[in-house]
């Protein structure tokens, strides 16, 4: 059983991976993402584009450690060919004892995730679950300054932590998941759709976040986001995917630039649009 190396460089490999979801109903296997192959050096922070259903969240959560969590088994991710590796350790067939190992220090917020806190817990405790699942030790005092450092940069009053989900707004509970994903340190992030459903005074804050937290332990990030406040912030290089297959990769001025790719264009377009420009013409 290997341990997670946390000096591994590149921190995470990738190499002709393909994962499918189960068959069921009488239906086959359907795969999702197909012999896609990159690596990400330590301390990057990378975003991965793509349009609805290309395959970006079936690819974070199989690195993320996470492809068995979903409870039921039809969203259960199977490595059909080729393997993954996350701190040096192979997800293809991660046992029980290596996936609590990892997940220890690979962050992981899945999409919509202020949707699932846990309703009947407060933020203080959503926050600390993390932590108390794994040890009954910690440094309560460190823990608290750093929870009253994160509510302060994305901006919940520290009166929240006595708060239930039902309690707060959409955006809050979004802030919330966010914060609970940084809670371990954890030297890799995955964060899928960070900004989503949060209104756009508020996206920055998630973003400032993001960014706070990258300058204080270098992690290396994954980051699905088509928000370019959060992509300007701290993205240097981009992976685009199209029905489950790798079609660009790059540095994010370069893909736009060079983009022969009809979606690639596309997308650059759209953030263009928005404020792209911004970047493109730095
Ligand atoms: N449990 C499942 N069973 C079968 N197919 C699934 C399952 N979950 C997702 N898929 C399919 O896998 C493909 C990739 O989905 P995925 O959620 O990874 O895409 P995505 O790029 O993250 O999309 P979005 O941006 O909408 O979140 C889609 O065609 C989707 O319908």
């Not at 370019?228 to 736009?256: P, S, W």
């Not at 060079?258 to 013409?281: C, K, N, P, S």
């Amino acid at each position: 059983m290997a341990d997670p190396i946390l000096t591994s460089d590149p921190a995470i490999r990738v190499s002709d991976l393909s994962l499918a979801y189960p068959a069921h109903a009488g239906g086959r296997a359907f795969h999702a993402v197909e012999g896609v192959g990159f690596e990400i050096a330590r301390g990057e922070v990378l975003a991965l584009l793509g349009e609805s259903g290309s395959g970006k969240s079936t690819l974070t959560r199989f690195l993320a450690g996470r492809a068995r969590d979903a409870g039921e088994k039809s969203a259960r991710i199977k490595a059909t060919g080729g393997d993954a590796s996350v701190l040096g350790v192979s997800l293809r067939r991660l046992g029980r004892r290596s996936y609590t190992k990892l997940t220890a220090y690979v962050g992981f917020l899945a999409q919509d995730s202020g949707a699932t806190l846990p309703p009947e817990k407060n933020v203080g405790d959503i926050l600390l679950e993390p932590i108390v699942e794994r040890s009954r030790n910690f440094d309560r005092e460190q823990l608290g300054e750093r929870i009253a450092e994160m509510m302060d940069i994305v901006a919940l009053p520290l009166s929240k932590l006595q708060s239930y989900p039902y309690e707060l707004s959409k955006g809050q509970r979004q802030r919330v998941a966010v914060m609970r994903s940084l809670i371990l340190d954890p030297p890799v992030l995955l964060a899928d759709e960070p900004t989503l459903g949060v209104d756009a005074n508020n996206r920055p804050r998630i973003v400032e976040l993001l960014r706070w937290y990258r300058e204080r332990s270098a992690a290396t990030m994954v980051l699905i986001s088509h928000d370019i406040g959060m992509l300007e912030a701290l993205v240097q290089e981009v992976l685009v995917l199209q029905e489950g297959r790798l079609i660009g990769q790059g540095d994010i001025n370069e893909i736009f630039r060079q983009a022969d790719h009809g979606y690639v264009q596309r997308l650059a377009q759209a953030l263009r649009a928005t404020a792209y420009d911004e970047i493109a013409d730095e």
